[in-house]
Every structure is written in structure tokens, then in C-alpha cells.
């Protein structure tokens, strides 16, 4: 049960951070002095490791996604949200709120909603056993 939540987890967070980069990029507009392939590696790169590793984001999310889940379908993927809200608050410390609640509110509705697909998916895969191992 644990890898499947570790597998899980995995899914959700690489669907977060392609998503949250493309928010990023559609809030910040695009460079003109980088073409679009720089602007989206930027982002990635930004999202994934300086948000989400230097603001401990995954490391919470983990704890919640991996060690822990709710039997009810929502709790997971409103802490996954509140703790992306907390993260983005405390991380961007310097952004004006302007620029700040856009990120937080769309974040935030990216995260519930991949949670909320990844606990949906979780309990369809442990329902169903693994085809690959045949565990129930």
C-alpha cells in the first residue's frame, strides 16, 4: 500500500509542477528577450526545485501524501492545498500581494485538484489490486 501511495504521490506532484509552471508563465506573461522553450524550462526549474524543495512543499506534502491519507476523499487534497498556500506565503515573502494571491488561489486549485485525481486514482488502483504485482 505504500509504494502505491509513494507512486501516486510521485504522479500528482509532476502533474502539479508542469501545471503551476504553466500558471506562472501565463501570470508573468513571456520574455521577450528568452523564446518559449527558455520560459517553460525557467518555470519548471523555478517550481520544482526552488519552491517546491526550498520551501520543504514536498516534504510536507510526503508526509501527508505518502505516509498519511484520509479515508474521506477531500482531506488530503485540502491539506495539500492549505499547505501550498502556506509554502507560496512564507517562500515569496517579497512578492506584492498582487502578484502573490493570483499564484496562491491558482496554485491552490491546481494542487486540490490533482490530489483529489490522485486519491481518486489510489483507491480505484487498491480497489482493482495492481496489475503488475497482483496485490490487493
Request: contains cysteine; aromatic residues 12%; charged residues 10%.
Amino acid at each position: 500500500m505504500m509504494a502505491k501511495r509513494l507512486v501516486v504521490w510521485l504522479i500528482e506532484t509532476l502533474c502539479e509542477v508542469l501545471a503551476v509552471s504553466v500558471l506562472l508563465i501565463v501570470l508573468s506573461g513571456r520574455s521577450e528577450n528568452r523564446g518559449l522553450a527558455d520560459d517553460v524550462l525557467l518555470a519548471i526549474w523555478g517550481t520544482a526545485l526552488v519552491f517546491m524543495v526550498g520551501s520543504g512543499y514536498l516534504l510536507t506534502t510526503a508526509a501527508f501524501g505518502v505516509l498519511w491519507r484520509s479515508i474521506n476523499p477531500w482531506v488530503y487534497p485540502a491539506i495539500s492545498a492549505a499547505l501550498f498556500v502556506i509554502h507560496v506565503q512564507f517562500f515569496a515573502t517579497g512578492w506584492d500581494p498582487s502578484t502573490k494571491v493570483p499564484v496562491q488561489l491558482g496554485g491552490a486549485g491546481i494542487v486540490f485538484g490533482f490530489a483529489f485525481l490522485g486519491t481518486w486514482l489510489l483507491r480505484t488502483w487498491v480497489a482493482a489490486g495492481s496489475p503488475l504485482t497482483g496485490l490487493r
